[in-house]
Structures are given as C-alpha cells and as structure tokens.
C-alpha cells in the first residue's frame, strides 16, 4: 500500500489524553516529524501529567481545558484532535464538544472499539472531518510514565471510514499513522468490532474469569498460587491490563462480545463432554485442530 | 527446606521416553552429576530418538524394549526408573510391567497428573519402590530435539508419597530433583490433581476452546488472523503444546477438570450478565478484582 503525500506546512495536533497511546504518540512523531506536527498541544485531566507532559518535552503546551486547547490559534488551521481516552469519555468529548472543534480540523482517536465513535463522528458538523482509528499496540501497563516514542512501530492501525471522512482526511491521518511508524488497515467500523470480539475482547473476558476462578479457589487452597504453571500466566497475562480502558471496551462492544463469548461457550461445552465422555478420538481430533490453528495460523509478533 | 543427603555409589537411571522431558533429565543429570547416575539408559519407541538419544550421548545405552532394559545388569542393584511417556501409557506400563520392574528398584514419573498413576504405583508388588513426581516445566515443542540440560533448573518439582514410598525412596527421588536443579515440594496425589486442574488444565482448555473459536469464525471473516492482538497470542499460546500428552491429562483428570470448568464457567455467566446488563460499576469491581490478583498474586516466571 503506497500512500503519495502532498507536501503541506506544519500541521497543529492536539491529543487528548496523555496516557500511554496518546503521549507515546506525541512522542513518536516529535522524534521522527517534529517539523511535520508542531505544535503539538496536549489535554490531560491530572495535574501531575500535564506536569510530566510539559516538563519531559513531550508537548509543547498542556491544559486540562479542552474546550479552550481547541480555540489555540494553531488549530484554527486544519490542526488535527487526536483523541486517545478510553471510549466512553471518547464519544461523550465527541458530543460535546461537537461545536467547539476548529472549522476544518480533522478529528481521529484511538479507541479500541470503533462502533460508538464512528456513529458519533458521524454526526459531527459538516464543518469538520473524522477518520476512526485503532492503534493496535499496548502494555499491560498504563499512564504517561511509561510511553515511548516507538510504541507503533510496525503495529497494525486500523483506520474506519465515518460519514465525516474525505479522501483528504483519510489520507491525513493514513499519513500520521505512518508517520508514527506504523502499519495501516482500512476496516469498517462494525466489521472491525466483530473482528475485534473474537482477536481481543473473547481473549480478554477469558482471562479476566480465569483469574477470578483461581483466586476463589485459592479462598480454600493454599497450593494455587505457588505452584502456578507458565500456561496460567500467558493466558492470564491480559488481565492486569488497565482497567478503565477495558470497562469502556467491553460496554461500547456488548452486544457483539457477548455473541462471541456463546460460540465459545460452545466450543468449550463440546470439549467438556468429550472429556466426560472419555472420547480419546475426539479429544485429539479437538486438540490437533486447536494445536495447528495455533501453530500455522497465528503468527508471532 | 534442606536435605542432607546420605553419600551414595553411583546409582544407575533407566528413563522411559526420550522426549523433551526424559531426554532433558538424562542432560541435566550428565552435565552435572555424571558421575552419580551412571549408567543411564533409555528407552523409547522410535528408532529415530533411540539413534539421536545415542548419537548425541544423551544416554550411555538405548532400546525400544522396556522389558529387556529393566533386565540390564545395571539396573538390579537398586536403580532408578523414570517413566517419562504421556500419563496414559506411564499407566499402561505400570501395569504391564509391574513384575519386570527389579527388586530394590525406585520407580518415579513424569506425568502431569498425579492420581492415576500414584494409584498405579500404590499396588505395585512390595519388592520395589515409587514415589509419584511432576516436575513443572515444559516447551510449547516436544520431542529429543528441543531437549536441554537447563530446562529444570529453578523449576517447581512436586513429589507425591503413594503406599509403595518409603524414606528413602522419597529421599532418593527429591535428591534426582535437586541434582536437575529444580525445587521440590510435597503435595498429596488428589490434592495435586486438584490444584493442577485450576493452574494448568483449566489455562489449557480455554487456549484450545478460544483457538477453536476463532478458526471458526476466520472461515466466514478474513480479517480474524491478520488482525490478531497481543492477547490473542497471549492467550492462546499453550494451545499449541504436545497434542499426546495433553489428551492423557484431560482424560486421567476429567472429573476434576470439568468440576473446575463449570467454576469459571458461571465466572464467565456473570461477566456476561453484567456487560449484557451495561453494569460499568459491577464490571468496574469484577475487573478491578481480576486485574489486582494477576498484578500481586501471580508470580512471574
């Protein structure tokens, strides 16, 4: 996929939250197009990182006042709002704040579900534009402290078309992504929340209840935590990540998460009568597709 | 916990199965105390293994005939016999072979379940002796080539007492355990079976049942493989472990294993129930609960 960029001047960006996603980003491209994207604004709502932000050279102005970062006199020239909260605040900053971005911004976020926020791009004014976006990268951990400027190298960026967006727009932010390092995939809203169900949300709702039956079972075992074999810890790994993040996610998703999660309950019934019923040859017809699934098809990082 | 170990002669080790476990103890127990087990023999069914075990001098004698082997002059003065092949066929052989195993001779396993085999060990003939073991570590990759000498060192190796463990029986197989480097602890067959169910198999069923899931649902939705997130592959690693030896857990622990799969079950009901219901402040405490205990209570590796 070449993308033939128009040379343009310096571009305003103001992200909103300074979390992980956004500060990493902010620092991606001032490390690699500090020219490019200046200023860059940032809008945090702790004290403390709006501190760091500004004392770490990772914006170059910062506010918890996002109404008042949109009228910077930088953005009143097709800036770009990037928005990296979790989704719930996302789409209630997209509401309102509806009329207070700059006529002519270009609006895109890096929410982990797409379905909400692109139907709230939607309805923005005419007079901006809106490109969905979902940076697939993370850690299980969160907050400013531990962002890095290459965060997005190499990681899937999916990009979703709204209602809200141009060919100039989409190219925009195609650009930004690449920019930050990134590798960009065009997926509608809805496909990419049903896609996302199955790579990520069923994994997560899975490790989230595996750790809460371990830890019940430790109420009455003493031996569960210390004799914990690897195979727990990878496939419970995702559950410490970062819990408002996830509390948004799984209820900006819910309706196809919990589809996802009965065709699992499905599946794991199936293995539940196999080995109930002792069915050696069924169990390993069971096992090896699971085992060359894995193996073939799921490609390592 | 400290062990005073009695000086001894060289004792002679008979390993049965020359896979990644069996082939990486006699590894372990060459480079560091080759002067202690001697001579070590093994046993597996291929020709290929038996050729490469020999060639690579990971045993000083290899057959595919157990029987003969137990028969090895060696092996009548107090030896020692490690079965290391799946739980089902360590039954098998237990059985089978209950009157070839040599007077004085200790037998010891490998199986990742404990309460058959230490069961089979319980009505072993009086002359010999056997302590039921499961040291936890492991590769997603089977087989003598991955083998190596390390792969117990600093590793959880648990001991279980059967009626046929005397005290020197049991000090004897923990010695085997520390000389590999690894860490013994005691825990009761059942209990063992119990713990394990919650720790490993349950990790397990869920990485085969969520891999199934999603090779389903990439037949009807191209984007599933390409899109995979870093939870996915978290979760589902252990999906791709040795197909043999995890039919023989499921199926010589199954009523366990399935009592412990309808715990998370209802686990992942309620998770359900509250996205279903959009209950952020229930799913708030449900995934603050489940992050805390991965964050402070799993160990890493």
Chains 1, 2 share one sequence.
Not at 22 to 33: D, I, Q, T, V
Not at 259 to 270: A, S, V
């Amino acid at each position: 996929m070449r993308y033939h960029r128009t040379p343009v001047k310096n571009k305003a960006l103001c992200i909103v939250g300074l979390g992980l996603m956004g500060a990493s980003l902010a620092m991606a491209l001032r490390e690699r197009h500090g020219a490019t994207y200046s200023p860059i604004l940032g809008v945090a709502r702790s004290p403390d990182t709006i501190r760091k932000a500004l004392a770490r050279n990772i914006v170059d102005e910062a506010s918890s006042d996002l109404a008042a970062m949109l009228k910077h006199p930088a953005m009143q020239d097709g800036g770009i709002v990037v928005m990296c909260t979790p989704v719930r605040t996302l789409v209630e900053h997209l509401q309102q704040y509806r009329h207070d971005f700059p006529p002519g911004c270009i609006i895109t976020d890096m929410g982990s579900t797409k379905g909400e926020i692109c139907a709230a791009m939607d309805t923005l004014p005419e007079s901006v534009f809106a490109v969905g976006s979902h940076p697939m990268c993370g850690k299980e951990t969160a907050g400013i402290d531990v962002a890095e400027g290459n965060l997005y190298i190499n990681r899937p960026w999916i990009l979703s078309r709204t209602r809200r967006t141009d060919a100039a727009a989409y190219a925009t932010v195609q650009q930004l992504a690449h920019d930050a390092g990134a590798v960009t995939l065009e997926i509608e809203a809805t496909r990419h929340d049903a896609v996302l169900s199955v790579s990520s949300h069923l994994p997560y709702a899975l490790a989230l209840s595996l750790m809460t039956t371990a830890d019940q079972a430790s109420l009455n075992e003493s031996m569960i935590y210390p004799v914990m074999a690897g195979g727990f810890r990878d496939t419970s790994r995702v559950a410490a990540s970062d819990v408002s993040m996830w509390v948004d996610i799984l209820l900006s998703n819910g309706r196809t998460i919990t589809n996802t999660i009965r065709d699992f309950q499905f599946n794991l019934d199936q293995l539940t009568a196999l080995i109930e019923r002792q069915d050696a040859d069924g169990l390993r017809a069971f096992i090896s597709a699971a085992a060359d699934a894995r193996r073939n098809k799921v490609k390592v990082k």
